[in-house]
């Protein structure tokens, strides 16, 4: 299978068509950026180890019978997935309070949250992605409430399936983005689960092992991503 179109190029990934109209080719790359894209760098290697996390996570989520866009993996960098049409909302899950969760509310950095915590953000760069509700989804026309019920069980699922994958690999999942999208009528996982877009901790020291350490200029981001692949790839 080969590449034709670039059908939209994002921060961190690209799409291409090809020959066969249902099936498309999402690449990724090095590119690196934090704060709505204010912050960028090229970090070597990123792409490639994010193909190799999604590809495991995806893989083991359709395991558990969670449809994703995931076909299959092409080549290090590079994998087929179905064409959807895309919902233009992130779902976030949050398991531990931190990042923006502790600067809007009083909650204490770090700490378990007693119920998860979901939160919508509309996909639009110059709004810098604002935090919705479903009603709002609604009346943008985004999507039904059938969509956001499926989405928010998925998203629930999706949590307990990973957080023990995680949990028994000496992992914490923190929070995580998920997108979403439409193939023949199917609503399905899109997009990519990596250190890109969840918080990933080590259960021990609680080091970070995600996308914070470019954020917050810690170093030693692809020798945590490395750490993750190590320790999910078994
Ligand atoms: N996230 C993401 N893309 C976004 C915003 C958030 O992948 O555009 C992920 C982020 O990596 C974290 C979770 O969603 O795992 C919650 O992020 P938060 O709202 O705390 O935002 P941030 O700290 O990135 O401002």
Redesign the pocket.
Known sequence: MEKKELLCEGKAKRLFSTEDPDLAILEFKDDTT??DGSKKAEIAGKGELNCSISTILMDYLESYHVPTHFVKRLSPTEQIVKVVDTIPI?V?M?NIA????VKRLPFEDGKQLTYPIF?L?LKNDELG?PLINEYHAYALDLCTQEDIRIMFRMTAKINAILRSFFERRGLIL????LEFGRHKNELMLTDEISP????IWDKKTRKKL??DRF?FDMGGMEQAYQEVLDRIGN
């Open positions: 934090a704060f992130e976030v949050r931190t990042g923006s969760l939160e953000s992605d923190v929070d995580f983005k890109d877009s969840c918080r995600d996308k954020r």
